[in-house]
């Protein structure tokens, strides 16, 4: 199977600016995560969905949203963006949420 | 609160020799519990993981770890380290409830290797 895939890979925006990052699962995942990693905070879970529906959501401004589709991809939309967004989003899919969790190689955002 | 504890930020050893990584955690039930290795600039790659059973599982790579339910630990461990070894590691631990699809991690242990 095809492992979890992130695109772009590398983006650089200015302040101000919204960004949208994309994940396809593993075919047959139902469940997609989205996590922050930066060096001074570690990694920091974002949100995650199940069948298009948000079931847990971690410690974040409203200026992170996301939303899952029926085919299980899911998108990560960061509106007026400042410079401590900066950060490499990692995407996880699982079968069903309590599961192993499965990392795609990430989204590098730069912001200037 | 959960929380996963890596006591080691950073852990040098010489190619060939064992390498022990330890990671406690606090957590309100019986927690599952991972290992993931990431290299620079990639995302995670599951090393082992685990749910139930058997307190000592093995992973790939030779990794393995045990699982002390007293010590709140899940220690890893490799009997022989390899220059391609070199990586962070990190910890974490989930559930279900209210914490559902959500991982906590460590802050991670840098491992360099000596040739």
């Known amino acids: 199977k095809a492992g979890v895939t992130q695109t772009p890979r590398y983006l650089i925006k200015t302040r101000g600016q919204q960004v949208t990052l994309s994940c396809s699962p593993i075919?047959?995942?139902?469940?997609v995560s989205w996590y922050q990693q930066t060096p001074g905070q570690g990694l920091q879970f974002l949100f995650e969905y199940f069948s298009e529906t948000q079931r847990n959501k971690g410690n974040f401004p409203g200026r992170f949203s996301g939303r899952q589709f029926s085919n299980s991809r899911s998108e990560m939309n960061v509106s007026t963006l400042e410079l401590g967004d900066s950060a490499l989003y990692l995407c996880?899919?699982?079968?069903?949420?309590?599961?192993?969790?499965?990392f795609g190689p990430g989204t590098r955002l730069t912001v200037l | 609160a959960q929380s996963v504890t890596q006591p080691d930020i950073h852990i040098t050893v010489s190619e060939g020799a064992s390498l022990e990584l330890r990671c406690n955690y606090s957590?309100?039930?019986?927690?599952?519990l991972f290992w993931y290795v990431q290299s620079p600039g990639q995302g995670l790659q599951l090393l082992l993981k685990y749910f139930s059973g058997d307190t000592l599982v093995q992973g790939i790579k030779g990794f393995e770890a045990e699982f002390k339910r007293s010590q709140s630990s899940f220690n890893l461990r490799k009997p022989s380290v390899h220059w391609s070894d070199a990586a962070e590691y990190f910890c974490?631990?989930?559930?279900?409830?209210?914490?559902?699809?959500?991982?906590?991690f460590g802050r991670g242990t840098q491992l360099t290797v000596w040739p």
């Open positions: 075919s047959g995942h139902r469940s």
């Open positions: 957590y309100g039930a019986t927690p599952y």
């Open positions: 996880a899919s699982s079968p069903g949420g309590t599961d192993t969790q499965y």
């Open positions: 974490a631990v989930s559930g279900r409830g209210s914490t559902l699809g959500r991982l906590y």
